[in-house]
């Protein structure tokens, strides 16, 4: 069985490049208008520590960061935070509330960059404690704001297991 050609001989199929131009356009004007621009979540400016002491003296302006120490149980559970000296218990509402007693309500952007909390974490800490620390002493939400508290956050070397 022979397939007979339906068009006549000498006419010639013609593609309308205009709608295909029109409907790419569209497409690009929809993409444009519609695309929404967010600040990462979860966007710490973390520093981990060195393999290898530093040498020199640190910088005479650099300011002594803020240390957290978080110990744990055996078991991994967090056992208590301590703010320097002061123990927080367990209390992640406390250790922000140490923070913004310190930097103030509404920091300075020179604050927020001149403070540093370093977080001191036993070896075998759970990573949701960890992570709930950062939340604490990074910033907050106060009715749709977000309020920065700290933004260079780093951690102590690992003790040992």
Known sequence: MRVRNVRPQGQEIELQMTPMIDIVFQLLVFFIMTFK???????????????????GPPPIDSIPPIRV????????SLAEIQFGNRSLG??????????????????????LEST?????CDY???????IEAITAVSGYVDQG?????????????PRGR
Do not use: C, H
């Open 124 to 130: 075998n800490l759970r990573f949701e404690n960890t």
């Open 69 to 76: 120490r978080m110990t744990a149980l055996s078991d991994g």
């Open 37 to 55: 621009i967010v600040s990462p979540e979860g966007d710490f400016n973390v520093r981990m520590p060195a393999s290898a002491p530093s040498e």
């Open 145 to 157: 704001n977000i309020v920065k508290l700290v933004e260079n956050i780093k951690f102590a070397p």
């Open 90 to 111: 367990r209390d992640f509402q406390k250790l922000r509330q140490a923070i913004l007693d310190m930097v103030g309500p509404d920091p300075s952007p020179s604050t």
């Open 116 to 120: 540093e909390v370093e977080l001191d």
